[in-house]
């Protein structure tokens, strides 16, 4: 009768570390989960549409390179939002946060977001009025 003789350089077989299977985990905490901190991801948009009851569409408006000519072009995308207390109305701008979901196409909570403020409406733009600066308007002379 022939015995073969095995040599394989394996850590199991001569009593090498073990890797633990997940290696989050560590070997003594084999019941208990971590948990993850996984960042909320969080859109800003225009509510399009309030029409259904504790639902709003939002739309999101992204910059993003042209695929062929490295131009950045706007991209939209609607989003459906949960608004529990139906308070947003077509206009507003509302902030999306990541929820679990809550049907199948609503997985964002639509939390009230502060106005954009545009460059023309500030009020350091209208201090820069000609009237401001005291300067004669043609059509006042």
Known sequence: MVILS????????????VRSASPSLPSSSFGQRSLEIKAMRSLQGKVVCSTNEKTVAVEVVRLAPHPKYKRRVKKKKTYQAHDPLNQFQVGDFVRLEKHRPISKTKTFWAIPAGRKTNVEASPEAEADSPQELSIPLESES
Do not use: E, K, M, R
């Not at 095995?6 to 570390?17: C, I, Q, V, Y």
């Open 6 to 17: 095995l040599s394989l350089a394996n850590p199991f077989l001569h009593g090498g570390a």
